[in-house]
């Protein structure tokens, strides 16, 4: 049972004298895990740290929660999420087999670097972009293949030699910009091995590539829940494209992966497109009123197509203006790497959020 | 946007001419996937299939779920289920860097095959044992060395030539049977890689290996919420062992590997161990009768550990019988490999629902 052990096994492993490191993969010893954005604890803070949405999620959703029927969870989930990859085969015009969904878009993005790359193959992905793939390339054990952006992050030819994978953000995170789907689908049809599409923002954006998914043989269009709906907490994630792909992440996959509530939840969620519709509309007319009154402030703004914004401040360094507003309770994120660290990234807030920050950065400017 | 794509998009991967299965790694394309046992969708169906708890999850769960405030979910979970940790940490008497959680103990056995098996070693297990070990190896891409058990599924001493993880249900699915701890103990000992004691029906046995999880520098004993603690849909399981061991997992796991709500639900679960000490009191009591009953019916019984029996009918094959029953909609599960092939794995339910089996069992045996 839950019975606590006799207190003194608290000396446990201290004595140990066989250390456990070699018993660990040494590409797992070497490699560091993935930093997540700070969540922090006191609820004074204004959080415009990991892109999440400030809105809450559809009026459906929290029906579904508050009325589950608690006996339900006795029983295993349906292991496939038959109900929601029919569901959203309807939205896209798509079948059923052509979909699937996972614990967040990171276990579909985990799961490609499983089923596309053989062990002696690479991974490809742009610099700067998601944090995640190389992490998730040192995870898989196998090389990557790096294609530095152009000194405005945009498109260059990717370098794909030996790579069976190529992750691309679109639009791109942390720069928030836009590949056009013409550019996209022109690469895919040259490379030999399978694209994942990563977007996870563009519910934000003014194209897609869905299409490149549903006619291309080696595209993944992968999204999620996280940001446009509102539900980065119950971890949905998905993926469209040809079956033979999805047959693979399939039989690779964890047997139950998406649990009974955030399979009920996502559906009520994708159900109301009015309010997905509606939520999208403000944080994009927020995101523009940010981006003025951030140039007026002298920022570089990098034209967003996502929930955020990707900026230079000019009047002093990213580390020093990023603290100044951690002093003053208002959270963005800072990445230290080398190609990004004058940049900072801004989510797209309320607009009571927004006013906070722009007046905490003219209070700033004026110290 | 969830914009329906042109219909004529449906066409897509019809006129495509470049297969898509090279671009899948070899070792995918051979394997099977784990395939679970049914989910029927009828509510008319005695469900003695999937090993669920008959009884609903502890009251303090249902309020979790019925209060929780959905705002919180447009924000990622806590990344490492911190609050959750220190929980069980207590619980155990040991420290939250003793601690993984993660989306069922499905998760930490895959996490296990990545984290501690080089891609020259191999996985060991025993045979029959939980069906889903061959497949995390195939996954893996490794090789396994199976040991089978006694005639009567008794212990063998592993064989475990290269291995450098070592998968040991204990009690053992599907035949219920516990190993003593100090048998374990001494493997453990002698084994130069990681031990794997999967616990998932710990809480009805009558012997457990958490000391040697918090002894040994090798081990860890995974668990899980959804046997005992009814709570099989929320994907909650968790493995006690060395900080070293942990940390590893830790480190290669998806990010926000557990959702809020289940991180949530899960605590509740846990505060109410005499909830469980009652639940688990009631399905071994049951256990009990339907031994007896069976044995009185002329089944071979294996002693059960577990909340289920593992079952040899004497007047009939088992395939048979399992088909009787489908008939008189009660399900019960029914392995193909010829180890296990001549018995039936039946889940102990309610009273009722183990009267109305035992009905049908002598309605069938006088037909």
Redesign the interface.
């Known amino acids: ?2 019975a ?4 003194d ?2 000396r ?2 201290e004595q ?1 004298s ?4 070699r ?4 590409s ?2 070497r ?4 930093v ?2 700070e ?1 922090p604890a006191s609820a004074d803070i204004i ?1 415009l740290n ?1 892109n ?6 559809a009026p459906g ?2 029906d579904v ?4 029927d ?10 496939v999420s038959a109900p929601l990859c029919d569901q959203l085969a309807g ?5 059923a087999e052509n979909v699937i969904v996972g ?2 878009s ?2 579909i993005l ?1 799961l490609c670097t ?6 002696d193959q690479k991974i490809g992905f742009f610099d700067p972009s998601y944090s ?1 793939y190389p992490i998730l390339s040192d ?1 898989r ?1 196998v090389p990557v293949v790096v294609t530095p952006l152009g000194d405005a992050f945009e498109w260059r030819e990717p370098v794909v030699d030996g790579c ?1 994978l190529f992750m691309l953000a679109n639009p791109n995170a942390p720069s928030g910009l836009s590949i056009d789907s013409a550019r996209v689908r022109a690469f895919c049809e040259a490379f ?3 694209v994942i599409v990563d977007e996870a923002y563009a ?1 934000f954006a003014d194209d897609h590539c ?2 490149l998914a ?5 595209v993944l269009v992968v999204r999620t829940l ?1 940001k446009s709906y ?6 949905l994630g998905y993926a469209l494209g ?4 999805i047959s ?1 992440l ?3 996959k ?4 998406v ?4 399979q009920a ?1 996502a559906s009520a969620a ?1 159900a109301d ?1 009015d309010y ?2 509606a939520t ?1 509309s403000r944080v994009k007319a927020t995101r523009a009123r940010l981006q003025e009154a951030l140039q007026a402030l002298d920022f570089d703004v990098v034209p967003s197509q996502t929930n955020f914004l990707f900026v230079r401040p000019t009047h002093r360094r990213a580390d020093a203006l990023f603290a100044a507003l951690r002093e003053r309770n208002i959270l963005v994120r800072h990445f230290t790497d080398e190609r990004v660290c004058d940049y900072l990234r801004i989510s797209v807030g309320t607009d009571d959020e927004i006013d906070a920050l722009l007046r905490a950065l003219k209070d700033i400017q004026s110290s």
């Open positions: 049972m839950g606590r052990l006799p207190f096994l608290i446990m492993h140990v066989s250390p456990p490191e018993r660990i993969k040494a797992v010893q490699m560091s895990g993935y997540p954005g969540q959080k990991t999440e949405n400030p809105y809450p999620p959703v929290a929660c508050h009325d589950f608690l006996d339900k969870l006795r029983q295993y989930p349906d292991p939205l896209y015009g798509c079948h614990n967040g990171d276990e985990a499983r089923a596309f790359v053989e062990d995640l995870i054990d069976g030999e091995g399978v519910e869905l299409a549903l006619e291309l043989p080696n996280s509102a539900l980065a907490g119950i971890r040809h079956p033979a792909l693979a399939m039989k690779i964890d047997s139950y992966n649990n009974a509530l955030t939840m994708l497109q997905l519709v999208v």
